[in-house]
């Protein structure tokens, strides 16, 4: 049974630099790199060496706790470096990547006619099963648990954020199979959530029970989604998957290949022509970014969007869940006594000296000045005007921060991931990180109830 969000608590950001309609291929990238720590508590077990000649789809390494989850290389060519950090722990995969990409076959596949098993069995020997993550603790999913139910959100609202209708945009036969062979693993519903427009890609398939959601953040966080549709108790499971992942599954089962395509955003005040490219997961950003142009040299280059990202330079990688790469001024200028006079080009939800609030459509050019230090917590009430999940975000981050499991719990630490408190994060007048103090708590329950 659908059921329409709309929620009231939240904040849109509008910033400058909004991607034009319009999709290039990006230059083809020199390297790909597959990035350990965007898979989240996973510790890699090499299958190849450096130097091993490698097809699209090839299993690079496994889970050394579930040796059944692998991951693929994006591209075929040659694996050309294993990088390690402290205690040999691997930090990068570098791939330089072919000319023209051979792949390997899968075989083409109709989930309509496979088992819950062969469909879970072909995506973990794919690779793609990578791609499905779940709540409680937003890390790659467990294949044997059974999901009471599985989320995609079929809408970004985040600032800046790629327009999924335009990303996926002809890709509905793609689409549909991924969610057939999807519906196939829960026990539940497969729930995707769009917004009020219509024309969605996402919209008039089969095997979904669709919801209608309004535009302001976080509403297109599939975790308020979760919240508003069907919570996560103790001892559930859901599962979460991408929209632009979809996609990739999809196509799996009508190709046979593995082909981590990506529509990416890149946009920013700081970038000249910010516009939508085709890449492929773990490409070198500076393709992209430097055959768009900056608009100036002092910049942060964002894999991700400006809340939930990750701050790198133009030879790094693509996020391995990123389909975005945000440019904006770097914030390493400071105002004398900026905090005593009227701010007009800044964003607060609070009316003391900041006016944003008499310009409810300006979009404003940012940069990443947090203006101010950190400190203790204030209790101000803002975190609670922008934060839709029934939740208490002040005291779950501090049942995080003292690591009482019994009151994380209580708390409905279950259904939560980093990205639901980044404006709780970006509206904080003591400039805690409640992004880190999360994935810190989710880590701790992880280890020890998970």
Not at 97 to 103: E, L, N
Not at 269 to 274: A, E, G, R, T
Not at 370 to 396: C, K, W
């Amino acid at each position: 049974m659908s059921k329409d969000i709309k929620i009231k608590k939240g904040l849109t950001i509008r910033l400058k630099g909004e991607a034009d309609k319009t999709l290039s291929n990006a230059p083809r990238s020199r390297t790909f790199a597959i990035i350990p720590k965007d898979l989240h508590l996973i510790t890699p077990k090499m299958v190849v060496k450096e130097g091993a000649k490698l097809q699209a789809g090839d299993t690079i390494f496994y889970s050394k706790d579930r040796e059944e989850i692998k991951f693929s290389s994006p591209v075929s060519g040659t694996l050309t470096k294993i990088e390690r950090g402290a205690k040999r722990v691997i930090t990068r995969i570098l791939i330089e990547g072919d000319q023209q990409d051979t792949f390997r076959d899968f075989g083409s596949k109709n989930p309509d006619a496979m088992t819950a098993d062969d469909i879970k069995n072909h995506l973990l020997a794919s690779g793609c099963w990578a791609f499905i993550k779940q709540r409680p603790y937003d890390v790659i999913a467990n294949p044997e648990a059974m999901p009471k139910a599985i989320f995609v959100s079929g809408i970004d609202t985040a600032p800046l954020a790629t327009d999924l209708d335009f990303a996926l945009n002809g890709k509905e036969k793609e689409l549909q199979v991924a969610l057939s062979a999807l519906a196939k693993l829960t026990e539940g519903a497969v729930h995707v959530t769009l917004g009020k427009d219509a024309g969605s890609p996402l919209a008039n398939l089969n095997d979904v029970v669709y919801h209608k959601t309004n535009n302001l953040h976080p509403a297109g966080n599939v975790g308020t989604q979760i919240n508003k549709i069907n919570p996560v108790n103790k001892g559930e499971t859901v599962w979460t998957v991408g929209a632009q992942d979809l996609i990739i599954i999809g196509e799996l089962f009508l190709t046979g290949k593995y082909n981590p395509e990506r529509i990416i955003t890149l946009a920013g005040s700081s970038v000249k022509n910010p516009k939508y490219y085709r890449t492929r997961l773990g490409s070198e950003v500076a393709t992209a970014v430097y055959d768009s142009g900056l608009n100036e040299e002092n910049v942060r280059i964002i894999s991700g969007n400006v809340l939930t990202g990750k701050a790198i330079s133009p030879k790094q990688h693509l996020g391995f869940y990123h389909n975005a790469i945000t440019v904006i001024p770097e914030g390493d200028d400071y105002e004398f006594f900026g905090w005593n006079k009227p701010v007009f080009d800044k964003i607060s939800i609070s009316r003391a000296l900041t006016f944003s609030w008499l310009f409810p459509k300006k979009k404003f050019d940012l940069d990443t000045n947090t203006n101010g230090e950190h400190r203790a917590f204030v209790v101000t009430g803002n975190y609670e005007e922008v934060f839709p999940l029934d939740i208490y975000p002040m005291q779950i981050m501090k049942a995080c921060m003292v690591q009482d499991l019994d009151a994380m719990e209580a708390l409905g630490m279950y259904e939560v991931a980093p990205e639901d408190f980044a404006l709780t994060e970006f509206v904080c007048v003591s400039k805690q990180p409640h992004q880190e103090i999360i994935r810190n708590g989710l880590d701790l329950m992880y280890k020890e109830i998970g």
